[in-house]
């Protein structure tokens, strides 16, 4: 079931050009470039035992509806702007245009599966989606469609969720469509927990950092664009089962940033991916060691 808070309907959208980014970016070179460099793991058993794990779970694999007929279909150009709240979980179908905030407010053991499918979301005050309680989130790009999420400088009462894309939960994106976030007040996307990038093509422009997961970051066979002001890739949080890794294992990543390309609170693994990473102040950052296969 979905709702939706009137507000008072506002005039013009958010202009989505580039970010401006500061100057030094453009430097094609970085101070620091010798980080990671300097603790790259030297055993070659870590590529073949990083190679047999597979860290999608079956909800992350799962492109389409399980049962057409149950899913719940919302079309935003149907919804007066303001708040769209999906407060159901299962399988959800989003499409259509709407300038305000689509907020996933489910209970907190329940999973919510959401389909974006051609939408445009552009907030005048906080995050354009919000995640505000589910056990977890899987957001599935639809093949052949193109997705924009935009919020603005204002966050005002939104402080503590700031990202275009919030999720307080683990959080998924898969699926073979592009998603475009623009990230004009802090963080292009930011999960609280682990964040996957899977498949697709996700193109970041942030103010603050452009993709964070504090617990860890995996990115699998995605074409993953980052410009950001400050970090690249980041993690904050360090612990057992691979909390605060970040892990790119094929796809291609490019990462322009103000800061750190790559901050990582734990290890980082490169591999089988094509990599291009340029940075004001450093490359690659590890509080771990750093696994870099050619």
């Known amino acids: 079931m979905w709702k939706r808070d009137r507000k008072e309907k506002r005039t013009g959208r958010a202009a989505r050009g580039v970010l401006v980014l500061c100057a030094a970016l453009l430097l094609t070179a970085c101070a620091g470039g010798e980080t990671a460099a300097g603790q790259t793991g030297q055993n070659a058993d870590w590529l073949a035992g990083r190679t047999q794990q597979d860290h999608r779970t079956k909800h992350d694999l799962r492109t389409e509806p399980e049962d057409t007929e149950k899913t719940e279909r919302v079309d935003l150009d149907a919804c007066e702007n303001g708040k769209v709240i999906l407060s159901g979980s299962g399988d959800i179908w989003l499409s259509g245009s709407l300038e305000g905030q689509v907020v996933i407010d489910a209970e907190e053991d329940e999973l919510v599966h959401l389909y974006l499918a051609g939408v445009e979301i552009i907030s005048p ?170």
Request: overall charge negative.
């Open 125 to 294: 005050n906080g995050p354009a989606l919000w995640i505000r309680e589910a056990s977890k989130v899987v957001v599935t790009l639809v093949s052949d469609t193109e997705n924009v999420l935009a919020d603005s400088p204002d966050y005002t009462d939104y402080e503590e969720t700031p990202a275009c894309l919030y999720s307080i939960c683990d959080l998924t994106v898969n699926g073979g469509g592009a998603l475009q976030v623009f990230g004009y007040h802090e963080d292009g996307i930011r999960s609280r927990d682990r964040l996957k990038l899977l498949d697709g093509t996700v193109s970041v422009q942030a103010k603050g950092d452009g993709v964070r997961g504090n617990d860890g970051i995996y990115i699998q066979g995605a074409f993953v664009e980052i410009e950001s002001e400050k970090n690249g890739l980041r993690t904050v949080n360090q612990g057992a089962e691979d909390r605060g890794v970040i892990e790119v294992n094929g796809g291609t990543l490019s990462v322009v940033a103000g800061q750190s390309g790559i901050r990582a609170a734990s290890d980082l693994y490169l591999y089988d991916v094509l990599c291009s990473v340029n940075a004001v102040e450093e490359k690659m950052r590890t509080e771990g060691t750093a696994y870099i296969a050619d």
